[in-house]
């Protein structure tokens, strides 16, 4: 699978991405919204090959893609998995050196976009660590509202950490793609 944005490539994993995917998980700041199980270089080799698997599955269910650059950079993952019948959850990760530079954006968008108009979705949550603000204004910013939060759901690090999950349905998400709020016309990417 194979979608291009303005920067990005997205596409499904290989085992060529093993060494850049693990070395970009490895970063102290990418490890600090993670518990130390889900950022060993075995959960990191463990993770690609689930995605590589995934990609090969007949009716696929899971997305999760490659954001890379054009000039085929490994960046992060960001993908969409169907849930239930009209229901799928968004998930993206991104390398600290990437980070901030509106890259997560521009892959949470066109995976949006695929979920919403090519797999017919009508509502799409992401979860997330309140205290993670790049993830959270991530969501905001493509138009996902707050639909729950919960103290004290996750522990790891040695605290409790607050969960909260963002929601879109396809009329909002077409909806703000026609009308954006910086008073641009996106179109497709």
Same mark, same amino acid.
């Given at each position: 699978?194979?979608?291009?944005?303005?920067?990005?490539?997205?596409?499904?994993f290989?085992?060529?991405?093993?060494a850049?995917?693990?070395?970009?998980?490895?970063?102290?700041?990418? =490890?600090?919204?993670?518990?130390?199980a889900?950022?060993?270089?075995?959960k990191?080799?463990f993770l690609?090959?689930?995605?590589?698997r =995934?990609? =090969?599955?007949?009716?696929?269910k899971k997305?999760?893609?490659?954001?890379?650059?054009?000039e085929?950079?490994?960046?992060?993952?960001?993908?969409?998995?169907?849930?239930a019948p009209?229901?799928a959850?968004?998930?993206?990760?991104?390398?600290?050196?990437?980070?901030?530079k509106?890259?997560a954006?521009?892959?949470?968008?066109?995976?949006?976009?695929?979920?919403?108009?090519?797999?017919q979705?009508?509502?799409?949550?992401?979860?997330?660590?309140l205290?993670?603000?790049?993830?959270?204004t991530?969501c905001?910013?493509?138009?996902?509202r707050?639909?729950e939060?919960e103290?004290?759901?996750?522990?790891?690090?040695?605290?409790?950490? =607050?969960?909260?999950?963002?929601e879109?349905?396809?009329?909002d998400?077409?909806?703000?793609?026609s009308h954006p709020?910086?008073?641009?016309?996106?179109g497709?990417?």
């Open positions: 699978m194979l979608i291009q944005t303005r920067n990005l490539v997205l596409r499904d290989s085992a060529k991405d093993m850049p995917y693990t070395a970009l998980r490895s970063h102290p700041e990418f =490890q600090r919204y993670y518990s130390e889900d950022v060993t270089t075995e990191s080799v690609l090959e689930l995605f590589i =995934q990609s =090969q599955e007949i009716p696929r997305f999760q893609l490659a954001i890379c650059s054009k085929e950079v490994l960046m992060g993952s960001c993908g969409i998995r169907l849930e009209g229901l959850s968004l998930g993206f990760e991104l390398g600290v050196a990437w980070q901030g509106g890259m954006r521009e892959a949470a968008q066109a995976m949006l976009e695929f979920a919403f108009r090519k797999l979705v009508q509502r799409v949550y992401a979860e997330t660590l205290e993670n603000q790049g993830a959270t991530l905001k910013s493509l138009g996902m707050v639909s939060a103290i004290g759901r996750t522990y790891f690090k040695g605290r409790n950490w =607050q969960t909260v999950v963002f879109i349905y396809a009329q998400f077409i909806s703000n793609a709020r910086d008073g641009t016309r996106s497709k990417q």
